[in-house]
C-alpha cells in the first residue's frame, strides 16, 4: 500500500517527501484555501516541483462542459498532476471524456460502492472513499473499503481504490488490511505514524549504556 500526503502545505509536503516515504499528495479545495494562496495554479506548480509522484488537483465547477475545460486546464499545469472530480453524474460523464483523452482522474467524494463501480467504469486512475466522514456519521467507513477493494479486485478493474478522509494512525493499518491500494493522510497522522514509546525508550537506554561504556567511536 503506497501513502500520499493530504494537503496543500508546502512545509508539510517538503519534510513528508524528505522521509522517503510517500508517493505523491492529494489537495481538495478546503485545504487549498487554508494556505491563502493568491493563485491556485502557482500553488499546484510548486506542489508538483516538489514530489514527482502524483498530485491530486480538484476542480471548482459542478457542471460538466465547465469541469471539462477546467480538468484540462488544471492537467496542463503540471505532468504530475491527476485531475480531481467528484462522484456525480456530470463528474462520470467528464471523467469518461478525460480518461479517452489520457487526462487521469481521482473520482472523489465516494461514499457508496456503486459510486466506486461507475468510477472504475468511467477509466478513474483513483477512486477515493472518505472513510473519516462516514465514520462522522455513524457509518462504517473502513467496511466500505473493503468491499470496493474486493469488487475491484474480483472484476479486475484498473482503478485503485484511495482510502481517504483518514483520521488517525489505526485507519492506516485498518485501509492496508481492507485491500487499499493508496492511503492519502494528513501530515499528522504521518507523524504519528513514526512514533513509538519503546523506540524512545530504547534509544535513551542504549545511548545511556554506551555513553557509560567509555568506548570510542573509531
Ligand atoms: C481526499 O482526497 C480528501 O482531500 C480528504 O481525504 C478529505 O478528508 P477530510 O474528511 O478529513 O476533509
Redesign the pocket.
Known sequence: MKIFL?TANIDEIRSGVKMGVISGV???P??VAKEGASSYQELVQNICNITHGDV?VEVIEEKQEAMLNQARQVAGWAPNVVV?IPVTAAGLEATSILSSEGIRV?M?LCFSVNQAILAALAGATYV?P?V??LDDIGDDGMALIADIAGIFDKYKYHARV?A????HPQHVLQAARAGAHLV?L?YKVLVQMTKHPLTDSGIERFLSDWRSSGSVFS
Open positions: 493530504d492529494t489537495t481538495n478546503s485545504l491530486s480531481k481521482n472523489t477515493s472518505f473519516g466522514r484511495l481517504a478522509s483518514i483520521r492519502t494528513p
